[in-house]
């Protein structure tokens, strides 16, 4: 899956643009629908080809059409994500800045993709969490602006109530209709809980709200950030409670501890949890419909205008659809990159 500048995660979600290639030979009937082939010795020269081939460089943005899934980030905010991610050499960027940008960037890639939220813990700037604002962003789409000015409001203080948190998160969700495409928690921190009598007890209150999350049909991701972790079972347990832990775990839940490292993991949560589509939405026409090229993963599909093995504008003119086996290589994660190359024709096989 593709967000716009060509971020892969694991399942197709946007499409990557790129201009058309520099004209290589001419089309098979001159019409400008045929299929690009290398020019042979003797063969027509650069005034004869399509004009057109190569030529345009406007991008035309792609976005998946799958249903999108509910994603409520559940957020760290104790007093220990103001500070930087231990490191030699040592990097003095606060992990709440680290967190800010790449959660940003996640939610103003996809936010068309995944209905996002956000909710935070603590609440107050020590063990509370109250239950009518936990929430600071509900969960929709088109969310980025929120969690925008969410960051531009708020900086971190107090302690670790994750339990809290977590259950703040299932109240919202209980007030939403079901989303069938999905709904998940990303809970993310950068520490054990720590607001209980003891460190086991915050322990099991935090697995113990992950279970209920679950027991309701929410599942939930584990981010441990920046290091800070002298026991990590609370974590490998509430990853395997959650239902999604990370593959080939140990550990069990996704760990993160530089600024590339968070971006990584924040796009394969992302990835895993988008429905892959066959029906892709432009953004624009290109200047020639006809001539595009079509790719997954680097190989060219052809155009079929039966619908039976290919790609189409399906069902209007600003679609494209994919059909037959292409189609069935997306849905099932098969694909990395879905690319729509314009400036040039692709081949057509019906």
């Known amino acids: 899956m593709l967000r716009i500048a060509a971020l892969v995660l694991a399942l197709p979600a946007l499409a990557s643009i790129a201009c058309g290639p520099t004209p290589q030979g001419g089309d098979d009937d001159g019409d400008g629908g045929g299929v690009v082939v290398d020019a042979p010795a003797g063969g027509p020269d650069a005034d004869e080809r399509d004009a057109s ?4 460089n406007t991008p035309i943005a792609v976005e998946n059409l799958g249903d999108p899934p509910d994603l409520l980030v559940v957020l760290d905010r104790s007093g220990s994500m103001s500070s930087p991610i231990p490191s030699f050499p040592p990097n003095f960027t606060p992990k709440w800045t680290i967190m800010r940008d790449a959660l940003n960037t996640l939610a103003a890639d996809l936010e068309d993709n995944i209905r996002f939220g956000l909710a935070e813990f603590p609440t ?3 063990c509370a969490v109250d239950g009518g604002s936990a929430v600071r962003v509900p969960i929709d789409l088109d ?3 929120e969690i925008a000015g969410y960051f531009s409001s708020r900086s971190p203080n107090g302690n670790t109530p994750a339990h809290l948190g977590l259950a703040a998160a299932l109240t919202h969700y209980q007030g939403l209709a079901v989303n069938p495409a999905g709904r998940y928690v990303l809970f993310a921190t950068d520490g054990e809980p720590n607001c209980a009598a003891d460190a086991a007890t915050a322990a099991s209150q935090t697995v113990a709200a992950v279970t209920a999350l679950a027991q309701a049909g929410i599942k939930t991701y584990v981010l441990g950030f920046g290091g800070g972790f002298t026991n990590d079972a609370v974590l490998n347990n509430a990853a395997q409670a959650g239902q999604v832990p990370r593959a080939g775990g140990p550990p069990h839940y996704y760990a993160a501890n530089s600024a590339a490292e968070l971006a990584a993991v924040l ?3 992302a990835g895993g949890i988008i429905v892959p589509s066959c029906s892709y939405a432009l953004a624009s026409l290109p200047p020639n419909p006809d001539d595009v090229t079509v790719t997954l993963d ?5 155009r079929s205008t039966q619908h039976t093995n290919g790609w189409d504008y399906h069902p209007d003119a600003m679609t494209i659809t994919f059909f037959g086996s292409y189609c069935d290589q997306i849905t099932s994660g098969a694909v990395a990159n879905v ?5 040039c024709p692709g081949p057509v096989i019906d």
Do not use: L
């Open 339 to 343: 690319s729509f190359v314009y400036g």
């Open 124 to 126: 107050d700037d020590d």
């Open 267 to 269: 796009d394969t949560i």
């Open 298 to 302: 680097g190989v060219v599909v052809p």
């Open 143 to 145: 969310q980025a602006p």
């Open 53 to 56: 081939c190569g030529a345009q």
